[in-house]
């Protein structure tokens, strides 16, 4: 047997072989001429045949707006949508079971959406399937699940009326804090005036997850109102004399005094 290849038109040749069989990959639509030549050396008429190269789709702005999901958020994969293609997104985590989105150029999905414990997960795969008139080409992602911060707060639970005090924001980058009072830092510091504050910040890790603390609870103590009580009424005593003056008003006391000459 004895091949020529020529392009589709037939108008230049573009390879040959021999053998009853070839194998070669087909880069273009390609036209096939064969002649076979028996023991004798007679040689048959040339036979004919064309076998088309279809193309592969092409993906194009192939994108995703993260290379993580933090756990309970969105993530967005895309691809420039072509209407002559099909697409089909599985993603596949820790080997465990596979799920299939519904055909579409866009998908969003959520943690909860897939079904897996993100508690002990670190990153899954997605594989997106574009086909195109039965060829078909895969591109895959690879997102990392990030747990948010264990954002908690520092400081005293219990202050005296008046008294400056501080409390501090940890877990999380110093850069991304958010107090319940609209503070930015990991510090605040302020005056306590009311009976009970009640604080409570976010915060964000490296990759931007945010977590939240437990509500921080400030009892602000108002000072004592001391009374002194003395025996008699015009605050005099005989010299030499024991008096006995007794302080209400507060649970401990220190008592300071001086004399007169």
């Not at 055909?103 to 079904?115: A, L, V, Y």
């Not at 110093?174 to 990991?186: G, K, L, Q, R």
Request: include cysteine.
């Amino acid at each position: 047997y004895s091949w020529t290849l020529y392009d589709q038109n037939k108008t230049n040749s573009i390879g040959d072989a021999t053998g009853p069989e070839i194998i070669l990959p087909l880069a273009q639509t390609t036209y096939f001429e064969v002649i076979a030549q028996d023991v004798h050396g007679c040689k048959s008429n040339p036979q004919h045949t064309i076998i088309t190269a279809k193309p592969y789709p092409v993906i194009k702005n192939a994108s995703t707006n993260k290379d993580y999901v933090c756990t309970g958020l969105d993530v967005e994969l895309a691809v420039e949508n072509n209407a002559n293609y099909t697409y089909l997104w599985k993603t596949d985590y820790q080997n465990s079971s596979t799920h299939t989105f519904p055909t579409s150029t866009t998908h969003e999905f959520k943690d909860s959406g897939i079904n897996f414990d993100t508690e002990n997960i670190t990153n899954y795969n997605v594989k997106l399937t574009v086909t195109q008139d039965g060829c078909s080409i895969d591109t895959l992602y690879s997102l990392s699940v990030s747990t948010p911060p264990n954002i908690y707060i520092v400081g005293p639970n219990s202050i005296c009326e008046g008294t400056p005090m501080q409390l501090i924001a940890k877990g999380g980058t110093s850069s991304n804090y958010v107090w319940s009072n609209n503070a930015t830092t990991d510090t605040i510091t302020f005056t306590a005036v009311s009976n009970i504050k009640k604080f409570a910040v976010t915060g964000k890790n490296a990759k931007g997850c945010v977590g939240t603390s437990d509500s921080f609870n400030v009892t602000v103590n108002s000072h004592p109102d001391v009374k002194i009580k003395i025996p008699t009424k015009d605050s005099s005593v005989c010299i030499g004399s024991t008096v006995v003056i007794e302080a209400t008003g507060a649970s401990s006391y220190t008592w300071a005094y001086t004399t007169e000459d």
